[in-house]
């Protein structure tokens, strides 16, 4: 489980996030929704530990994140994190973007590392891509190498950062088609998202944040559909 | 050409020994830029550091490094450090002051090629549970060696050419051998002819080698 | 009669001063010599077809690729030879400049190739004439590119000039060499030596580096 309670962060004066509380089960979807700026990348940033925070606690599985005692990279290894850019890494093959981590960080051998990768490329639909670089492919098939790099360290949860606004529309389906794949697989997944409609569908729950405060939350249809909080219905005002 | 005649026998004769000259330069050259190169690392990340000395020292080193002449830097390891009663031999003269600018140049070379990797990169590779020391040698590291490929072949090509300073204090590499040798027979014009299309063949040979490498290790672009 | 070796005394000054003026009088000939030739090698490699360009290539790569020092030896060997034997500051200066201009073509030549082109007719089509466009459009973009690898050469050539003493010319290194011979103080007097070129050297790259931002712009 993880437990967001109290956070307060800022860069320099800027506050960016003023108290924030969540709380995410395992096996549970969480979609974050809110205006560009509001803070929601931040939390994810703050949950893995590569941002610090300044007030409060986030607790992941009883382990405190920004406790100095915490070894972050141990507890990275079960938080995957996809990024809006994929981030995918350009001097290496798409095999070996995949299996690289589960080798020096999880110290698998060469042969398993690549068995391994080889399934996720392939849950990915990446079967004939595994010796091309990174940047021959379009930017779907990136993000969805980003998604099997990341899923080949078996995560228990996974963290993503707006994974389709950097796609062109007519790529955007190929990325949600492997999202709805990791849910129904009963994966615990936090995604800052601005698909109201895939959020609506693929989510337990929906947390509105404006201005580093998290507005409104509760189950997915309802806040997209009948909002309580006014500034919730002013931004899906907006965005519908 | 006047009354000059050319004897080329004598200089075939020594060939060999010419050979092997070039062989102390290229020895010489190598050894400095793998040098070179691991304290240029340390020093660009110096520099980049957010702590205070080892961006004085950085600084001071690449600056002095950058701006006085390696003639003096030879020199400087040749007769100025026997006043702290370090006496080098030609070779490793040679070898500490080329090492000390190979490594003020890179300095900022590498620092350049640090500066264009995304951050995202270490952000990618952190989220994924590898060690800051992983992060540098997988991913950081090989992408930045990349980026600065060429301006690291041209520091190799100016080790092989300052190297014949060697001349000067001595030392037995392509220049000081042929000095050594036309001082023998006097035929100074031939022997120097053939030392510079050496250099010359060299020089040509590394661009060449640097590039079917460059083929061989780079294919992703980045 | 004195000892072989006397200490460094005040009396040094104007035999030091002598090696710093044929430093910077050799220097500034060879770079002021070797950007001109430069300039119009420059011109012609960019205007020129891949032959021509390829010979002209071969012959300045030359230039670049033996060391300066190995140059200075055969051509003060070579114009001994022919019986025209020249002194060390005709030699070294002639050299140094070829030298300098290898490197300045390229310079150039660069400079040229951003110009050339789109930009000319770009200048044009907003009705300037030839010498309004070479004004406003092609210089400051030419000096853009040029400027910051141009002081590079520059700097370079400072240093390298102190090579020139190898064929027996009394700069600055050689003055002092002679001065550690006399003295056996080699520590104190390459110092001083050291901090000369600093002072000349350091400044200018900073100064190079400030245009370079300002003009980044």
Same mark, same amino acid.
């Given at each position: 489980?993880?437990?967001?309670?109290?956070?307060?962060?800022?860069?320099?004066?800027?506050?960016?996030?003023?108290?924030?509380? &969540?709380?995410?089960?395992?096996?549970?979807?969480?979609?974050?929704?809110?205006?560009?700026?509001?803070?929601?990348?931040?939390?994810?940033?703050?949950?893995?530990?590569?941002?610090?925070?300044?007030?409060?606690?986030?607790?992941?599985?009883?382990?405190?994140?920004?406790?100095?005692?915490?070894?972050?990279?141990?507890?990275?290894?079960?938080?995957?994190?996809?990024?809006?850019?994929?981030?995918?890494?350009?001097?290496?093959?798409?095999?070996?973007?995949?299996?690289?981590?589960?080798?020096?960080? &999880?110290?698998?051998?060469?042969?398993?590392?690549?068995?391994?990768?080889?399934?996720?490329?392939?849950?990915?639909?990446?079967?004939?891509?595994?010796?091309?670089?990174?940047?021959?492919?379009?930017?779907?098939?990136?993000?969805?190498?980003?998604?099997?790099?990341?899923?080949?360290?078996?995560?228990?949860?996974? &963290?993503?950062?707006?994974?389709?606004?950097?796609?062109?529309?007519?790529?955007?389906?190929?990325?949600?088609?492997?999202?709805?794949?990791?849910?129904?697989?009963?994966?615990?997944?936090?995604?800052?998202?601005?698909?109201?409609?895939?959020?609506?569908?693929?989510?337990?729950?929906?947390?509105?944040?404006?201005?580093?405060?998290?507005?409104?939350?509760?189950?997915?249809?309802?806040?997209?559909?009948?909002?309580?909080?006014?500034?919730?219905?002013?931004?899906?005002?907006?965005?519908? | 050409?006047?009354?000059?005649?050319?004897?080329?026998?004598?200089?075939?004769?020594?060939?060999?020994?010419?050979?092997? !000259?070039?062989?102390?330069?290229?020895?010489?050259?190598?050894?400095?830029?793998?040098?070179?190169?691991?304290?240029?690392?340390?020093?660009?990340?110096?520099?980049?550091?957010?702590?205070?000395?080892?961006?004085?020292?950085?600084?001071?080193?690449?600056?002095?490094?950058?701006?006085?002449?390696?003639?003096?830097?030879?020199?400087?390891?040749?007769?100025?450090?026997?006043?702290?009663?370090?006496?080098?031999?030609?070779?490793?003269?040679?070898?500490?002051?080329?090492?000390?600018?190979?490594?003020?140049?890179?300095?900022?070379?590498?620092?350049?090629?640090?500066?264009?990797?995304?951050?995202?990169?270490?952000?990618?590779?952190?989220?994924?549970?590898?060690?800051?020391?992983? $992060?540098?040698?997988?991913?950081?590291?090989?992408?930045?060696?990349?980026?600065?490929?060429?301006?690291?072949?041209?520091?190799?090509?100016?080790?092989?050419?300052?190297?014949?300073?060697?001349?000067?204090?001595?030392?037995?590499?392509?220049?000081?051998?042929?000095?050594?040798?036309?001082?023998?027979?006097?035929?100074?014009?031939?022997?120097?002819?053939?030392?510079?299309?050496?250099?010359?063949?060299?020089?040509?040979?590394?661009?060449?080698?640097?590039?079917?490498?460059?083929?061989?290790?780079?294919?992703?672009?980045? | 009669?004195?000892?072989?070796?006397?200490?460094?005394?005040?009396?040094?000054?104007?035999?030091?001063?002598?090696?710093?003026?044929?430093?910077?009088?050799?220097?500034?000939?060879?770079?002021?010599?070797?950007?001109?030739?430069?300039?119009?090698?420059?011109?012609?490699?960019?205007?020129?077809?891949?032959?021509?360009?390829?010979?002209?290539? $071969?012959?300045?790569?030359?230039?670049?690729?033996?060391?300066?020092?190995?140059?200075?030896?055969?051509?003060?060997?070579?114009? !001994?030879?022919?019986?025209?034997?020249?002194?060390?500051?005709?030699?070294?200066?002639?050299?140094?400049?070829?030298?300098?201009?290898?490197?300045?073509?390229?310079?150039?030549?660069?400079?040229?190739?951003?110009?050339?082109?789109?930009?000319?007719?770009?200048?044009?089509?907003?009705?300037?004439?030839?010498?309004?466009?070479?004004?406003?459009?092609?210089?400051?973009?030419?000096?853009?590119?040029?400027?910051?690898?141009?002081?590079?050469?520059?700097? %370079?050539?400072?240093?390298? $000039?102190?090579?020139?003493?190898?064929?027996?010319?009394?700069?600055? &290194?050689?003055? %002092?060499?002679?001065?550690?011979?006399?003295?056996?103080?080699?520590?104190?007097?390459?110092?001083?030596?050291?901090?000369?070129?600093?002072?000349?050297?350091?400044?200018?790259?900073?100064?190079?580096?400030?245009?370079?931002?300002?003009?980044?712009?």
């Amino acid at each position: 489980m993880i437990q967001i309670q109290g956070v307060h962060k800022s860069f320099g004066d800027l506050e960016v996030l003023k108290g924030v509380d &969540l709380e995410v089960d395992k096996g549970e979807v969480v979609s974050i929704i809110g205006g560009s700026g509001s803070g929601k990348s931040t939390l994810l940033y703050c949950i893995n530990g590569i941002e610090n925070i300044q007030k409060g606690k986030i607790v992941v599985d009883g382990v405190d994140v920004h406790d100095k005692a915490t070894d972050l990279n141990k507890l990275r290894q079960k938080i995957g994190m996809v990024f809006q850019q994929w981030n995918s890494f350009p001097h290496l093959t798409v095999l070996e973007n995949v299996a690289l981590a589960p080798r020096v960080v &999880l110290g698998k051998g060469k042969k398993e590392a690549n068995e391994l990768a080889k399934h996720h490329l392939r849950h990915v639909g990446l079967d004939d891509k595994f010796d091309v670089y990174p940047t021959q492919m379009s930017g779907g098939q990136q993000q969805r190498l980003a998604i099997a790099r990341t899923m080949a360290m078996n995560p228990t949860y996974m &963290l993503l950062d707006e994974i389709t606004s950097a796609l062109d529309p007519e790529l955007v389906g190929e990325v949600l088609d492997t999202l709805r794949l990791l849910r129904d697989e009963g994966m615990s997944m936090i995604c800052v998202t601005h698909e109201m409609a895939f959020a609506k569908e693929v989510s337990d729950k929906v947390a509105f944040v404006e201005e580093g405060i998290i507005e409104e939350i509760g189950e997915a249809v309802q806040v997209i559909e009948n909002p309580v909080n006014e500034k919730t219905k002013r931004f899906l005002s907006k965005v519908l | 050409m006047g009354d000059y005649e050319f004897h080329w026998l004598i200089v075939y004769q020594a060939l060999p020994q010419m050979l092997n !000259g070039a062989f102390v330069t290229l020895h010489v050259a190598v050894f400095s830029m793998l040098l070179g190169i691991a304290f240029g690392v340390l020093l660009a990340l110096g520099k980049m550091s957010k702590y205070r000395m080892p961006n004085i020292i950085a600084t001071a080193w690449v600056e002095i490094a950058r701006n006085t002449p390696a003639l003096f830097q030879i020199y400087m390891a040749y007769f100025g450090l026997g006043a702290f009663g370090i006496h080098l031999s030609p070779y490793m003269a040679v070898l500490c002051a080329l090492t000390f600018v190979n490594s003020g140049y890179l300095t900022e070379t590498f620092r350049g090629g640090f500066q264009a990797i995304p951050r995202t990169q270490y952000v990618a590779s952190w989220s994924l549970g590898m060690k800051k020391v992983q $992060s540098y040698r997988y991913i950081i590291l090989p992408q930045m060696f990349r980026r600065v490929y060429y301006p690291m072949t041209n520091q190799f090509i100016w080790s092989i050419l300052m190297s014949s300073l060697g001349i000067l204090v001595g030392m037995g590499e392509l220049s000081g051998e042929t000095q050594r040798l036309q001082s023998l027979s006097f035929r100074t014009l031939e022997f120097f002819i053939v030392a510079a299309i050496m250099y010359y063949v060299i020089t040509k040979l590394v661009l060449f080698s640097a590039d079917i490498m460059s083929r061989r290790l780079f294919k992703g672009e980045i | 009669m004195g000892s072989l070796f006397t200490p460094l005394s005040w009396n040094d000054t104007g035999f030091i001063l002598q090696g710093v003026l044929n430093t910077v009088y050799i220097s500034v000939l060879a770079i002021v010599v070797g950007s001109v030739l430069g300039l119009i090698m420059g011109f012609i490699r960019s205007i020129s077809n891949n032959y021509t360009n390829f010979v002209l290539g $071969s012959v300045l790569d030359i230039l670049r690729i033996v060391p300066l020092i190995i140059q200075l030896i055969l051509f003060s060997t070579f114009v !001994g030879v022919i019986g025209h034997p020249l002194l060390p500051f005709a030699s070294g200066s002639i050299i140094l400049s070829l030298y300098t201009m290898a490197f300045m073509t390229e310079v150039f030549r660069a400079g040229f190739d951003n110009v050339s082109g789109s930009m000319r007719i770009a200048a044009r089509s907003l009705g300037m004439n030839y010498r309004q466009s070479i004004r406003y459009v092609v210089l400051p973009i030419g000096m853009r590119s040029v400027f910051p690898s141009w002081m590079g050469v520059a700097l %370079s050539v400072i240093k390298d $000039s102190a090579l020139v003493s190898v064929i027996g010319y009394m700069e600055l &290194l050689r003055t %002092s060499e002679q001065l550690i011979t006399r003295t056996q103080q080699p520590l104190e007097i390459l110092l001083g030596v050291g901090l000369f070129y600093f002072l000349i050297s350091y400044p200018l790259s900073e100064f190079g580096r400030y245009v370079e931002r300002k003009m980044a712009i």
